[in-house]
């Protein structure tokens, strides 16, 4: 009934098939001082410490007034080239390789049994084994605080198996919006999500963001975004065009969701599957003819191996027309959240300000709950599942996502580091995302982000840091930035930086 958008909205001939965008070859632009960023003008190593410093004045890396990039770019491929080397300088960082103590056993969320006394090397090397499918490489990597390493020497076969290996069958998933589980030769599995609106598309002003579309594209950002905030807790997603009718309908095992498919007046396959919102005629998702943008995830460890713990948000918004959740009428909401557990012991309260970040960012209304691995308690990461109404505006950001930030005054040390990072022109956020999305298959048919999200990132990055900025000058009763920073690097004062 809300904004339906049907067949008829989708515009039949929009989907142009231009050439992927050529790998860079010129390295001129390459800002090489960042391969070196451990070491200084003389060849002396620095303190991890040292380099912390220098971001935080601001002179980390020379300013290279040489990256021209963005609007006055003649050429879009130069353009995306030097993103291209902005993420390889952004992921060489120091901030992005920080030195860790190795894992001990009981942070790996799962444990190969072996003959050999299982012991941290014995995980590392099934975790990278040859012999093991690249879906159980992703699921023997994921450890209490993060789901993959970086760097992942995996990522690229994992990435590359979602995009490319035979969907032997397809069934029914739970949740609310249409979505399926999509099965490999191999027993991995992947999350299904369909695309349902083109890209430069805006979300209806009029529409509550609980009856938002899900979108198969803000589900592929979400994890890029993830990626480069150093994050690491959303599932590798990647883009797939699915042939509706050998991928899906040919191979699915679910009666109920075969029934549902049928043949559009101009002659593409539609379907419509089975949930509780938007799985109608009018609302069928169709192939052009037979081909169907989607997004599909890594599925994470099943239940019975790795059960996983539902966390409602403190910050949760009403999900009714007419009421105002508590948060957002009570400015000392922070405080008693601060003294509830979980809220009040560990990294909690600062891992869920990660999200919040992410999810201003993206804005994402939608994180009414969140999920961690039962097994690691209450000291671990927070997943990020669930990102298909992240992306839906541009033009208009939604201060409401930062409320936790700006009632709780309270960032880690690492992430308001690497976000004023993403601030400085030579990591450009916006860049980096353009190139990152651009190694996603679906890159070819459009790219994943329009330009106007892709500057709504920067624009929304400065907001975040100027809420610091405001939390830093208010007056504190300790004195210090103590307050505001969590520092989370402090083990790492007398560290060397690892070398390049
Ligand atoms: N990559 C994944 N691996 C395993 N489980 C997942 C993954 N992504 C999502 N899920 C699970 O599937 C459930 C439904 O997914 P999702 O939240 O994306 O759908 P939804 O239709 O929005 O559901 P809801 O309306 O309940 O939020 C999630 O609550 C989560 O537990
Ligand atoms: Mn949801």
Redesign the pocket.
Known sequence: KEAPKNLARINYTSVGMSGPAEPPTDTTHRDSSNKDANKDAKGHVQTLSDVLLSVKEGKNAPMNTQVNVGRHAANQAESLASGLSKLEALFDHPLYNMPSLPIPDEDWLLKVKSKVKANHEDIQWNSSSNSHPPWLRFHLGISRWQLYPHPDPNMELLTQHLATHRIVSAGK?????L?LVMSFPNYG???F?PMKQERDEETNYNLYYFSDF?RHNA?IAAFHLDRILGYRRI?P?VGRLVDVVTEIKDVTTDRKLARTFFTSPVGSVCFYGQ?S?YCSTEHAVCGRPRDLEASL????PDLSLAS?R?WRSPWRRSYSRSKLAKWRTDPDYCSTVKKTSPYNKGTRLVDFIDMVILDFLMSNM?R??Y?TFEKFGNNTFLLH?????AFGRHSKDEPSILAPLQQCCRIRRSTWLRLRLLSLPQYRLSDVMRASLSHDTLHRVAPLLSEPHLAALDRRLKTVLETVSRCQERPSKDGGEGEVIYDDTAYLKDMVTPAG
């Not at 998933?173 to 919006?177: D, E, N, P, R, V």
């Not at 995830?297 to 994470?300: H, P, Q």
């Not at 599942?385 to 109404?389: A, E, H, I, Q, S």
């Open positions: 998933s739970g949740g609310t919006q979505k599995q992947a999350m999500k899900e589900e599932p997603v949930c919102y995830a890594f599925m994470l996983r539902t939608d009414h709950h999920e599942l669930d990102n298909g109404r």
